[in-house]
């Protein structure tokens, strides 16, 4: 094997039942832009790709292929944000969307809130911390709480675990 090879996961896919529902979620809740749509030459379904990164076309594609009452074979799907304020703002936008099942989550090592897509599809928005503890973990957040309040109990919550490190540290551990 090339030392130098190191693939890059680039984007995901994942089948939905109605998907221009599903493309006015992602558009409106992660400012996500549609990039193309139309009917698949290879896949026989509408293919929509979407896409917040000017030189990627897109970063999901939506597949009009789920079959009817078919579960959601999606874990998660996980957007990272910077700032405390931009998850509380994908709160807000996701709910107004009709996400349910709204959670928030301490992982120590992120900050995170889960929910439920229109068609019952995990999302996770999350903010990475300074820090590391064994996954995984997750302590109740409440983001209602001030800025300082949170990164304060976060900070407590991972100096108490024993598995704690600054996050420098763990990927050194694991990376080399």
Not at 79 to 103: I, Q
């Amino acid at each position: 094997m090339t030392a130098s090879f190191s693939p890059r996961l680039a984007h995901v896919g994942v089948s939905c039942f109605d998907i221009d529902k599903m493309i006015d979620f992602y558009t409106s809740v992660f400012n996500l832009t549609l990039t193309d749509k139309g009917p698949g030459n290879t896949f026989p379904y509408m293919l929509a790709f979407l896409s917040a990164n000017p030189s990627q076309h897109h970063q999901l594609a939506l597949a009009q292929s789920r079959p009817a009452g078919a579960p959601s074979t999606v874990m998660q799907l996980s957007f990272k944000v910077d700032t405390l304020d931009e998850v509380r703002e994908a709160k807000r936008r996701a709910l107004a969307k009709g996400a349910t099942r709204m959670r928030g989550l301490n992982h120590g090592n992120a900050i995170s809130i889960y929910f439920m897509d229109p068609e019952e599809n995990t999302v996770e928005v999350y903010l990475d911390t300074p820090w590391y503890v064994s996954q995984p973990h997750g302590d109740p957040l409440d983001l209602d709480k001030p800025d300082q309040v949170i990164w304060d109990e976060t900070e407590a919550i991972v100096r108490a675990d024993p598995t704690f490190k600054p996050v420098e540290t763990w990927s050194k551990d694991v990376f080399g």
